[in-house]
């Protein structure tokens, strides 16, 4: 194993205080428990907060900062977080409007966050995010996984409470998004688990990995590598069958590596996707392209589309500022 | 090879396809000859070009926009634009001001863009950055290679142009960061250039090129690989050598990333720069950590240290917008 590490017991500690070194004025790391929030939590707002297993940078604290999560979770590498994080992190960032959780459907979060909430004596909410239409149960999961579509969701629900919408308004919100959201990706490797030390599957030189998860888990079968416009369509396939968007429906497209994909493929997916979506008389209205929700250095990609309608759009388009998604 | 492709021959097409698809509000790329342009040049400003192999995404072309390059010149993968291409991107953009090229020392594109100057009919200079400490003449170059500490000239050159600095002024600020500015990386895998099909080098599994360059060129050494503080130390010690900061001295501290290795790696960099730098009197006042300047999907990082002023400062903070640096 080849890692910028000191040791492994450390990797987290110290990557959260490059994290908070770099952007001190966005967000705030607090350790233990862990969470990373908002510098400045704006009062009246509903609070959202996210988490899960690290190794998915910049899910989730790539997204703290204005206009999207005010606290991320943050558990040791493809580990679910746990609910003393969950309740430091409400209790550090509610300012009297409820708090949102945001979960990827993994069968530890979800159990974890199901905790806190119960816990919590906050008025408080879940958006459960399963947006991979790989497979329907899985390694980690009982349903289908949260995957990247998990940005869409937070990106708009976090404008979404900026504009001042209740709590039950923003899990609304946040309901709607994920049923308008498919994703669906392959891997050309494997990824490596710093206190694993070793690839978390084996893998052919000629082979790829067709629906993995982001944590590696398999996904619909092995099979040789085919050409991008091949996978697109048949990634495509699956996603538009889930979504079964209207004839002339917008929709956003987010390109997203798994870490190791070089950006210059992500764009030529991107224009793979593009033809193919306008063949099928979808309008790609906003893009994505990026390395957003990663599996530490697995080669690969996933497609996510998320139908769009005018006020999605408007939110989508809303400013943002964290350190990882920032537009204005 | 396991790449998104179709063809090869198609893959640098396909690409800038996408990235316009994606960036159309920002740029548009423009074929045979190829460059992207941003899309609104302004009336009066001096037109900052850059452009290179490609390879190496975002940059170039991921600059382009508003603060930044008004246009880039994309060669293919590690292969120096030609002439022409830098011509008609000058025809292209140019509003009356002035061209400012701005290159990275290598000796393909030092001899274009040198070319392009000289047969260009619209004033113009040439900013020839070599920002990399680690060799002095190497495999592509004579003299030290120009890196990630590119980035960093172009946003604040291209910050110093929108506020209506003139050629020559634009041209100073750049030769004064790029004398400002110091990198060194390492490398802990090889990387594929689609058309070679196999990797540029082999590397045996507990080994690192020390000193890399962004095409996967010999540094100082080949060496097994180490702690990321004892990495980070001995990276700092060649940077601030050459750049002998006085005590006390502000600096710009770039975490980059060659493509391959995860985020939280890269913070984790960011950790361990900034406790050394700290320990040696040098304040970190500004951060940059991502894959900046990538070598495809190669695994390593470097680092880059800009000693800032405050006509620095306020230009680094300048507005930019563009499609892989955006803040307000």
Redesign the interface.
């Known amino acids: 194993m080849?890692?910028?590490?000191?040791?492994v017991d450390q990797?987290l500690h110290?990557?959260?205080?490059?994290?908070q070194?770099?952007?001190a004025d966005i967000l705030t790391v607090h350790f233990d428990p862990t969470f990373v929030r908002r510098t400045a939590p704006r009062p009246g707002k509903v609070a959202l907060i996210s988490g899960g297993g690290?190794?998915h940078?910049?899910l989730h604290a790539?997204f703290v900062g204005k206009g999207m999560l005010d606290a991320a979770c943050t558990g040791q590498?493809f580990t679910s977080p746990t609910p003393d994080q969950m309740l430091a992190a409400a209790e550090s960032v509610h300012t009297g409007a409820g708090v949102l959780f945001i979960v990827k459907n993994y069968a530890g979060d979800s159990m974890n966050f199901q905790m806190a909430s119960e816990m919590l004596d906050i008025e408080n909410a879940i958006v459960m995010v399963n947006d991979d239409v790989a497979v329907q149960n899985s390694t980690h999961t009982t349903g289908r996984r949260g995957v990247a579509g998990t940005l869409v969701v937070e990106k708009i629900v976090g404008a979404a409470a900026e504009t001042g919408l209740d709590l039950a308004q923003c899990k609304a919100v946040g309901d709607r998004v994920n049923r308008a959201t498919a994703s669906m990706g392959v891997a050309?490797?494997s990824c490596t688990v710093p206190a694993a030390g070793r690839a978390t599957f084996d893998i052919d030189?000629?082979e790829?990995e067709f629906g993995v998860g982001i944590h590696g888990e398999p996904g619909r079968r092995r099979e040789p590598?085919r050409?991008?416009?091949a996978?697109v369509d048949e990634l495509l396939d699956c996603i538009l069958t889930d979504l079964n968007p209207a004839p002339g429906a917008n929709v956003l497209l987010h390109?997203n590596g798994f870490?190791?994909?070089?950006?210059?493929?992500?764009?030529?997916?991107?224009?793979?996707a593009?033809k193919t979506l306008a063949a099928r008389g979808v309008n790609?209205v906003r893009?994505?392209?990026?390395?957003y929700t990663?599996a530490?250095?697995m080669?690969g990609?996933s497609l996510t589309v998320t139908l769009m309608d005018p006020e999605l759009l408007q939110l989508w388009d809303a400013p943002v500022r964290t350190a990882?998604l920032?537009?204005?």
């Open positions: 080849k890692k910028f590490i000191n040791h990797v110290e990557s959260l205080s490059g994290l070194a770099a952007h690290t190794g940078e910049p790539g590498v050309f490797t030189d000629d790829m590598v050409p991008a416009q996978i390109v870490g190791a994909t070089p950006l210059m493929e992500l764009y030529l997916l991107h224009h793979c593009g790609v893009s994505l392209v990026g390395n990663t530490l250095d080669a990609a990882s920032n537009w204005s």
